[in-house]
């Protein structure tokens, strides 16, 4: 066959297309859902402070952004006490991902994750040819010993920790994270993604100085701040590490919106604050409402809760369907013994209004399924 001649790499590479969004199965199921609960987004959109700004930039769209998200780095250095440095902006943390896996792993190296957290890490070290290696929950929690043990065993340049956990939603303190980390060999770097820290009981975060070489911590404003949509997160770490990025990141790939609607959402903490409130809130009415149809909501420190639908993976599946059928957009998570359970995002209540209706159809409904 003539054509264009791939790596090695990525000839290796299924084609399918590995992450299907709530947009495409609209369009595949031909109908839109009525309560879109299955990404983790934030129902509850922006504070008016970062919607206004992005519409106040909305003139200078014709400028590219700012390469080194200049302002927005700053806001960021004074929010979290450390230097411009310690900060790199990128595409969400999705994006900040495949740069950093891009800049430590080859063909043949390796990374460890747990098995069935957070998937987007792995598919960008498949994409460099990269080895993983996955260690499983403990107790629906990733497993910080066992994970830290065998990056020392199988010399792995990035050990990947979700915390809080997507999809468990289960957390680790700050402390119990920095006490493990003797377990670390000095040439492993802790990848640490806190997606939903913001939404996290204080103590989650890892009490050391965000120069410490040993990690690299990445947020983003697509979870509490409510922008999935504008694309924009940072990583926090050690400056020469920080500065690596500059080698091979998308110089412009952070637009010019997502660093307006950032900076005036940093600007903006009591909107921040309200935002965590409303996802607290949202969390409690998803544990009554599934409570009520004698479900168990998992302990959650995120914008989801993990309900534990009692039985096996089919059962949890066939609860999954009924709900998609009845235009319920949930999703769940892929292994066992964590696929008993289906994940919930928070979202107004309107739209938790139409889940509680629709759970007890869809129970009875896969109550009757044969397994
Ligand atoms: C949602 C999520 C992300 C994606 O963050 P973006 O900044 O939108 O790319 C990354 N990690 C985890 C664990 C998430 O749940």
């Known amino acids: 066959m003539t054509g264009p001649r791939y790596t090695k ?8 297309v590995p992450f299907v969004g709530p947009d495409q199965s609209e369009r595949e199921r031909g109908a839109p859902f009525v309560a879109r609960l299955g990404a983790n987004e934030n129902g509850f959109g922006p504070t008016d402070a970062a919607r206004d700004a992005m519409q106040r930039a909305l003139t200078d769209v014709w400028k590219y952004g700012d390469a080194t998200s200049f302002d927005l780095r700053q806001a960021l250095a004074n929010d979290h ?13 999705d994006g900040l991902l495949g740069t950093l896996v891009r800049l430590l792993i080859g063909p043949g190296d390796v990374a460890v994750t747990t098995l069935g957290t ?8 498949a994409g460099v040819g990269g080895r993983l290696c996955s260690v499983p929950y403990a107790d629906d929690q990733p497993n910080l010993e ?12 990035i050990v990947y920790l979700v915390n809080p956990d997507n999809p468990m939603g289960s957390w ?13 060999p000095a040439h492993t770097l802790l990848l640490l993604d806190e997606a939903y820290i913001d939404c996290a009981p204080v103590g989650t975060e890892v009490p050391l100085p965000f120069a410490d070489p040993r990690l690299i ?3 983003t404003f697509s979870k509490a701040y409510g922008l999935a949509g504008a694309r924009i997160g940072y990583a926090l770490g050690h400056p ?3 500065r690596s990025f500059d080698k091979i990141r998308n110089h412009f790939g952070v637009n010019l919106l997502a660093q307006a609607g950032a900076l005036a959402a940093i600007g903006d903490q009591a909107g921040l604050q309200q935002r965590v409130q409303q996802i607290a809130a949202a969390r409690a009415e998803i544990s009554r409402i599934v409570q009520h149809q004698g479900l168990t909501p998992l302990r959650s ?5 993990t309900v534990d639908c009692g039985r096996d993976g089919a059962f949890a599946k066939a609860v999954l369907q009924a709900l998609l059928a009845r235009d319920i957009f949930v999703r769940m998570p892929f292994y066992a013994p964590q696929d008993r359970a289906i994940r919930i995002s928070c979202a107004p209540f309107s739209e938790l209004e139409r889940f509680a209706h629709a759970l007890p159809h869809a129970l009875s409904e896969a109550c009757q399924q044969p397994t």
């Open 81 to 93: 006490s450390c230097t411009a440095a310690n900060i790199v902006v990128g595409e969400g943390i």
């Open 9 to 16: 790499q990525i000839n290796a590479l299924p084609s399918s």
């Open 301 to 305: 420190a995120t914008n989801f809760v």
């Open 240 to 242: 020469e590490l920080i």
């Open 172 to 184: 680790h303190t700050g402390e119990d994270i920095a006490r493990a980390m003797h377990r670390l």
């Open 146 to 157: 066992t994970l830290f043990d065998t990056a020392a065993d199988v010399d792995a340049k």
């Open 118 to 125: 957070y998937p987007t890490f792995n598919y960008h070290v």
């Open 217 to 219: 911590r990445m947020r």
